[in-house]
């Protein structure tokens, strides 16, 4: 059993930055943030697995960047650069097992543990 709680969520003018964390209890080999707006599907950002692989989303290439803290009990988002197309409820999933390509680390199919999701508004 994987618990997930979000954190670092808030309002912030476009242009501006903001760092989500993401506290994890239990195996966690692939951790991934998504996001999902209004009427919209829930998407994939970005995901990271147990060697330090990474993936994101091309919305979000170069702007935010994904990481975990030495013990991998911690999972960050720092997005840089926010413009009002990022506003959406952002979720921290975890999956404990390897997926077997990066693409797969996106889709929100894979992931059995899920937050409870922090709002991030970006205000043009």
């Known amino acids: 059993q994987v618990q997930l709680v979000e954190s670092g969520g808030g309002s912030v003018q476009a242009g501006g930055s903001l760092r989500l964390s993401c506290a994890a209890s239990?195996?966690?080999?692939?951790m991934a943030w998504f996001r999902q707006a209004p009427g919209k599907e829930r998407e994939g950002v970005a995901a990271i697995n147990f060697v330090g692989t990474t993936n994101y989303a091309d919305s979000v290439k170069g702007r935010f960047t994904i990481s975990q803290d030495n013990a991998k009990t911690t999972l960050y988002l720092q997005m840089d650069n926010l413009s009002s197309e990022d506003t959406a409820m952002y979720y921290c999933?975890?999956?404990?097992?390897?997926?077997?390509?990066?693409?797969?680390?996106?889709?929100?199919?894979?992931?059995?543990?899920w937050g409870q999701g922090t709002q991030v508004t970006v205000s043009s």
């Open positions: 999933a975890a999956e404990p097992r390897v997926l077997s390509t990066v693409v797969s680390m996106l889709l929100k199919s894979n992931y059995r543990y």
């Open positions: 239990g195996s966690t080999y692939t």
